[in-house]
Structures are given as C-alpha cells and as structure tokens.
C-alpha cells in the first residue's frame, strides 16, 4: 500500500456519522408502522445496489486514490454526500483518500506527491453547471491539470443556463480524455450523454450508503419547515406564515469555532494515537475534514429528528427524511433538482408527498389534497405509511 492510502475503522457508515459526535446514542425511535419500515429499508438496499452496480469495480486494484472538492461550509446535505462517499469506499476497498482538498487548497504538486498514480474522485452534489461556479472552476482545473489520467465525477445533478458554460466543460472533457461520470438523476443522464464525450452512468446520491438511521431523541414540533435560504430557492408567496406548533428554519449555521476545535482535536488524536501521522498533513486535514462533516451531518439529522413531520425544498432533506423514517412534503428548487430525483428514483418511497409550492405544501400538511402527485406518493396528507401529518390548532 502506497503512504498516503489510510486505512480507517471496519464500519464506515457507523464510524463516519457517529463516532465524532456520538449523536446515536439515546432512545431509537422507531420510523412508523413496520411494513413502512420494511419498505424504507428495502428502498434504501435497492439504492445501494445501484450505487455498487454504477461504481462497480471502478477502483479494483487501486492502493491509493484522491478525492477532492470537500463542501467545507455548513450546508449539511454536501456533508452527508461526502460521508456517504467515504463510507461506500470505506465498506468497498478497505481505504481512506490519500489526498482531499477543497475549492480553496487545491494544489495540483501535492495531490501528485500524495497520490502519484491513483484516480481523482471529484465529490459529488448538484454544483455540476454554472449555478456554483467556485467548484466548477476547481472541477476544470483538475481536467486541464491531469490529463489523461482517471477522473470519476461522483454523483451530480447537472444543470446550466449558459449553454457556452457547457460547451466550455464539454471542450475539457473532450481533451482530458478519460473521465467517467455519474449523474444523480435521469434528466442530467440525458443532458451528459447529449453534451460530453466521456463514459457516462446512472447513480443515486452517494448519501443513500450511510443507510437507514435511527431518530435518537422524541419529536419537540409538530412541523419543521426546511426552507432553502440560498440562490436555489423558489420565489416563494412572503405572505405565507408558519403554523402555530411548527418552526421554520435552514441548515447553514454553525458554531463559529468549530472549525478551529475539530482541528485542535484531530491534531491531537494524532499525535496521540498515532504519532507517525502527526507530521502527515494529507492524513490530518481527511481526519479534519471528516469529523467536520460527521457534525454537520449530526446537526441535521437532530434537526430532522426534532419535528413529527417535515416539508422542505431541500433534496437531502428528503432523502435524509427517508433515512430517518420521517414523513415529509417536498416542494422544488428553482431548476426541478427534487423532481428530477424523485421521479428517477424515490417515487415509491411512501413516506413522501411532492407539492408544487411552499402554499401548496402547506394546504398538503393540513389535509388538502396535493396539487401534485407522482405514482406510488402519498396524497390529502395521509402518505402511504398510513401516518396522518398533525395538524396545527391555529394558524400562525
């Protein structure tokens, strides 16, 4: 094994999300009725399957690899995506990235001298296009710094408005020569393989290899409204209030040290546990990066948790709702993310309702029928589980 391949603990997905935090600890909640129960969880091995059939025996073989693009900001679904990633990897070949980075340290030396060899695995999301272009700039960088050499673009959701944008990537594509990618779902698939000359693949969110969860403390409100805050966002009726037991809220904020804590504590841990890597900076900064996405992934499961029921127009608070057992109502960002995964993927799910508007989820949440629908989801707010969302006593 080459130095910088490091190998972690024997199971990922525990390790990944728990260790740091210890949020699994306290009474398990159990999700709903168990045929419910049995049917998240039979989704949730279907979507794993898909992941191990799309990555395949992509890294058979390989001593040491790179992933690069880490989400250091608060934004807990990024975070769920990266554990997800390690602990697919993790569960698959035994190994930790001997190189990571974010769009702010990338350094094309280091990540040679770290991994000289291995293939470059680009995090996964919905960055792919020109909504976010930091990462996309990093994402063509590492094109046009590595040609020829294995990239595999984890799971995206791909999306551009400019279509010189896309034609721009697909030029660096074409160069490069030697990249798969996988898109998150069937309208990006169609858009790849129409616009890039490279391997293309059909995978779920990299989030779905964390598996099922368990809710760990009881519910406090009787709704949470997971509302994106960003340029992702809908224009929504300003008009709209929140029902008096519910609380509405996003998931960006952060201690603001716990950047400066978790790298105090990994620090010591190596120098502690393991005093080689205490000089090794690729093996502190993945240590660093991982505990920070362990507690932001801990931070929304708890916030998820807190509530009997939950509408967002955030995609991983669908499909961290799904983890959790929680029943929800989604409505869609400003580009069809949601409903372009859902139709590919979770439709049957039975613990969601898909809306076309806040208002909408709203009317949904009271009763109402849903003004959309899609086969196998729940409609009038009773999903398929059999669980009646609580209804508020006044509205706010």
């Known amino acids: 094994m080459q130095r910088n ?11 990944a999300v728990g260790s740091e935090t210890g949020w699994r600890r306290g009474r398990s909640i159990p999700p709903g009725p168990t045929g419910a129960n049995d049917r998240r969880h039979a989704m949730i091995a279907r979507l794993q399957n898909e992941i191990d059939g799309a990555l395949g025996a992509e890294l058979d073989g390989v001593r040491s690899f790179a992933l690069v693009d880490f989400p250091d900001h608060a934004n807990v679904g990024d975070s769920a995506i990266y554990l997800g990633e390690l602990a697919w990897l993790h569960r698959r070949y035994g190994l930790r990235p001997g190189y990571v980075c974010t769009v702010d ?37 590492m094109l046009a710094a590595f040609p020829g050499r294995r990239i595999v673009q984890l799971p995206q959701t791909i999306h551009f408005a400019n279509p010189a944008a896309r034609d721009r990537v697909a030029a660096g594509i074409a160069a490069h020569g030697n990249v798969l990618l996988l898109a998150r779902d069937a309208v990006s698939l169609d858009l790849a393989r129409r616009s890039f000359d490279c391997e293309v693949r059909l995978c779920p969110d990299m989030a779905f290899a964390l598996g099922a969860q368990d809710r760990s403390t009881p519910a406090r409100h009787e709704l949470l409204l997971l509302l994106r805050t960003d340029h992702e966002r809908r224009p929504r009726d300003p008009c709209v209030s929140v029902p008096a037991g519910g609380v509405a809220a ?63 127009d955030r995609l991983h608070g669908h499909i961290l709702c799904l983890l959790l057992g929680i029943p929800h109502i989604v409505f869609d960002n400003h580009y069809g993310k949601l409903g372009g995964f859902i139709d590919t993927w979770t439709a049957t799910c039975g613990l969601a309702q898909v809306t076309d508007s806040l208002a909408a989820a709203l009317a949904c949440w009271r009763g109402k029928p849903a003004s959309v629908d899609r086969a196998g989801i729940g409609r009038a707010g009773v999903d398929r589980a059999g669980v009646q969302p609580a209804r508020p006593a006044a509205v706010g």
């Open 5 to 15: 391949a490091v190998r972690g603990p024997e199971r990922p997905g525990a390790e």
């Open 250 to 312: 996003d998931w960006l904020d952060e201690p603001p040290d716990l950047h400066a804590r978790l790298r105090r504590r990994t620090a010591l841990w190596a120098a502690l546990a393991k005093p080689a890597a205490a000089f090794d900076r690729c093996h502190q900064r993945e240590r660093l990066y991982r505990a920070l996405a362990t507690r932001r992934v801990a931070r929304g499961l708890g916030q998820l948790g807190s509530a009997r029921s939950v509408i967002t």
């Open 105 to 141: 340290n990338f350094a094309p030396a280091a990540l040679r001298q770290a991994v000289p060899d291995g293939p470059i695995l680009i995090h996964g999301g919905g960055n792919f296009g020109d909504i976010w272009p930091g990462h996309q700039r990093l994402r063509e960088a």
